[in-house]
């Protein structure tokens, strides 16, 4: 059954050209001219069905009596059939008179068409425009001019703008792409800093030979840094010319992604524009420089005659000053795993990525040393276990440099994902639990689309039926100040309850104030979490924009904790339906005394769950955000991924000789494999360590701050899914390496320039 509510509530014919900003579109008749809206006299010539869509675009005839509908072609139905739709919990059956052509079908839902008499039925606005759409002959532009300056109360939209007052989900939905696209670049950027910047340093590594010749015949420093700046930004810029039209093309799948998991709505447009391309570049190009300089560092404050001695004997233990500097990033890491104790919401999730980033950078700066210390406590087992382990233990102490810089992306991998997806898991978990536990009623009922006021005042009278209360969910966008002074919109869930009638159904658990002084739509009451992240109390304004696109400016009255389960603000029940373009009620929590209640009322057509069944009012915008965390983390996994495998293969490759010299002692082709899985075990397992213990920190300290638990309720799948595949890729690619390494013979091997 299609529910009516669902669909958009229309009159007798579309009406496209210019919308009329703070309302929610209504399609209504064709209109030559308009004199006032909303209050005041509306004169409207009409037009007939016919001519606004046009004879050959419709079949049949428009609607004249209440159970009639005209439909959209296309939409699986014929004139004549039997069209059941429902209203509020209430089912209604129409017949279809009439079907009208439309270039496609709506991305959201399929119109129906019904008389101006039964939409003032069943629109809980009685039918009054809420949008008005104007056909003008001349330029748009010029009318949208003449109706602002005749309605100051009234913002006129022509071109695409009318969009962000037809759909007000759009003007969310950029913002959220925005700030997901900012911090989705940044975090890019800092793995590409720091893989391009390991496997530089290991290519500069293969390659110290040269640069030590070039300090010894009088090179400078800034020499060595210009050669391998150069070089790099060559590469970089052919990468980045090969990336871009691969990326504009992944766009295109990118949105169907973000589309899938309901984080944009269907028929958000694509832009395209060379100014993507053009920033991509230029934080390529960037952040290939940095890493330049990074890696070119060493080579080039080096002694010429240090330099030389180094290229034979590789470089030495890490100093002091790189000791203290990780320590600093280590602490600093930890430092800001704790903000979660301290600040809620989106800047929790946020300071968590970013506490296991500084964690990564401590692990680059110390892994040298850790790398040693691991295996100067497990190389006494190597060395007795067998030939293969007594080379592996050797090789590992003595190219610590070499062996960290293959670790460090499989633990950024690791630590990343790991923080990505227990960020929403932790707080989807706890929202869920503060839902069980705010609903104290015994059922749960609601109908397809919602229940109507008087559904639900019938429901109080159904026999077993003890108490009942509707509960509204819409959204509202607030204004607020950032750190620089602008205001700045986020939108929340905004919740609707009646205090008179919700006792011993819902409990929000207040902390401060009381619900019971919600009145209309002066007052609110915002959770603890919204009051600490806005600096609201008791008493504070609150304003903003309700979800129909109505100001909202309200007193704090309340103030609750649980937030996460049933949203940041709540306000009297009533004052939300009103600015829903339903005007239903999202579901009633009902008691009963007896189990005969709930087969009765689910006899009705009414869809009936256990109260502790209750879904949280945030399970949509937390599903974006775990679908948005989702998709970034497989691109950057894909990128790692990637960099891991180039990582591996330089590091082994670079070891052809030494492979070579061991077969040439005596060593078979068996025994350098087996010494390199050794070794390839080592990087496994210290790796997946490493990257454990750096998510460790984040993600204890969002657990407790937002569920009181220093335990986080972590996807056991998706974690050993994303720790035993980057531990697994080490392997292959290690395997292949050496494969590869060990094509040549050994004597033509050692027999080659360096």
């Known amino acids: 059954m299609t529910s009516l509510s669902s669909l958009p509530l229309v009159e ?42 046009g004879p050959s675009g419709s079949e049949g005839r428009e609607p004249a009596a209440g159970d009639e509908a005209v439909v959209l072609a296309g939409a699986g139905h014929a004139v004549g059939d039997t069209l059941p739709l429902a209203h509020g919990g209430t089912p209604a059956t129409y017949t279809v008179v009439g079907l009208v052509t439309a270039e496609a079908l709506p991305e959201r839902a399929v119109p129906v068409f019904l008389t101006d008499e039964r939409i003032r ?150 832009a395209l524009s060379p100014f993507p391309a053009m920033s991509a570049l230029v934080l390529v190009l960037g952040s290939a420089w940095g890493a330049a300089r990074i890696a070119a560092r060493r080579p080039a404050r080096l002694d010429p005659i240090e330099a030389l001695r180094e290229s034979s004997t590789g470089p030495g233990p890490i100093g002091l000053p790189r000791v203290i500097t990780g320590i600093v990033f280590a602490a600093a890491g930890v430092s800001i795993s704790t903000v979660p104790l301290t600040v809620r919401g989106d800047a929790a999730v946020g300071a968590s990525a970013g506490a296991a980033i500084l ?95 008087d559904v639900v005042d019938g429901l109080r009278g159904a026999p077993g039926v003890t108490a009942a209360t509707g509960v509204v969910v819409s959204t509202a966008v607030l204004d607020a100040l950032d750190i620089e002074g602008k205001v700045e919109r986020t939108e929340y869930v905004l919740q609707g309850v009646d ?47 309700l979800g129909d696109g109505s100001p909202l400016e309200a007193t704090v009255v309340g103030i609750y904790e649980r937030g996460l389960g049933f949203g940041d603000l709540t306000m009297a029940a009533d004052h939300v339906r009103a600015h829903t373009s339903a005007g239903l009620d999202s579901f009633a929590l ?81 025994q350098v494999r087996a010494t390199m899985r050794a070794e390839a075990i080592m990087i496994a397992v210290l790796s997946m360590v490493f990257g454990v213990l750096v998510a460790i920190p984040p993600l204890m300290g969002m657990s407790y701050g937002i569920s009181g638990q220093p335990l986080p309720a972590m996807p056991v799948l998706g974690s050993l899914a994303i720790i035993g595949g980057m531990g697994a890729l080490a392997l292959v690619a290690l395997r292949v390496a050496t494969g590869a390494a060990l094509r040549r013979r050994p004597i033509e091997e050692i027999g080659s320039r360096e």
């Open 12 to 53: 007798a014919a579309p009406a496209e050209a210019l919308r009329l900003s703070g309302l929610v579109k209504t399609y209504g008749s064709g209109s030559a001219r308009v004199t006032a809206l909303r209050g005041i006299d509306l004169a409207i010539a009409r037009g007939s069905f016919t001519a606004i869509m």
């Open 499 to 545: 205090p008179s009638t919700m006792d011993g159904l819902l409990d929000l658990r207040v902390q401060d104030g009381s619900l019971a002084a919600l009145d209309g739509g002066a007052t609110v009451a915002v959770s603890a979490d919204m009051a600490h992240t806005l600096g609201l109390d008791i008493g504070d304004p609150v304003t903003g924009v």
């Open 590 to 670: 009902v008691s009963v005394d007896g189990s005969g209640a709930a087969d009765a009322l689910a006899a009705d057509g009414l869809q009936v769950v256990p109260g502790a069944g209750q879904k949280a009012s945030t399970t949509g915008a937390v599903s974006q955000q775990g679908w948005v965390s989702l998709i970034g983390l497989l691109v950057i996994l894909g990128y790692i991924a990637i960099a891991v495998v180039n990582t591996l293969v330089m590091a082994t490759g670079e070891r052809s000789r030494e492979f070579a010299l061991l077969q040439l002692i005596g060593a078979s082709r068996g």
């Open 121 to 270: 039925d069943l629109d809980p606005h009685g039918g009054a425009p809420q949008a008005l759409g104007v056909f003008v002959d001349g330029d748009p532009e010029q009318v949208a001019s003449a109706i602002r300056d005749a309605f100051p109360d009234l913002v006129a939209r022509t071109g695409d703008a009318r969009g962000d007052v037809e759909f007000l989900d759009s003007a969310a939905a950029r913002t959220l792409l925005i700030a997901t696209g900012s911090a989705f670049v940044g975090t890019c950027i800092l793995v590409a800093l720091f893989i391009v910047a390991g496997t530089l340093s290991l290519s500069v590594q293969a390659r110290r030979r040269e640069y030590a010749l070039l300090r010894a015949v009088g090179a400078t420093s800034s020499q060595v840094h210009s050669l391998i700046a150069r070089e790099v930004l060559t590469v970089a810029v052919v990468a980045a010319l090969l990336g871009i039209v691969p990326g504009y093309l992944l766009s295109s799948a990118l949105q169907s992604a973000f589309v899938a998991g309901g984080v944009i709505p269907g028929d958000f447009a694509l």
């Open 359 to 453: 964690l990564i950078v401590a692990l680059a700066l110390l892994g040298p040393w850790l790398v040693a210390l691991c295996v100067r406590l497990v190389g006494p087992v190597l060395r007795r276990s067998s030939a293969a382990g007594f080379l592996a233990a050797a090789h590992t102490t003595a190219g610590s440099r070499r062996m960290t810089a293959a670790i460090l992306p499989i633990a950024l991998g690791i630590g990343l994902g790991l923080v990505q997806i227990g960020g929403p898991a932790i707080v989807a978990d706890e929202a869920a639990t503060q839902a069980r536990a705010g609903v104290t009623a015994d059922l749960r009922v609601a109908a397809p689309a919602g229940l109507s006021p």
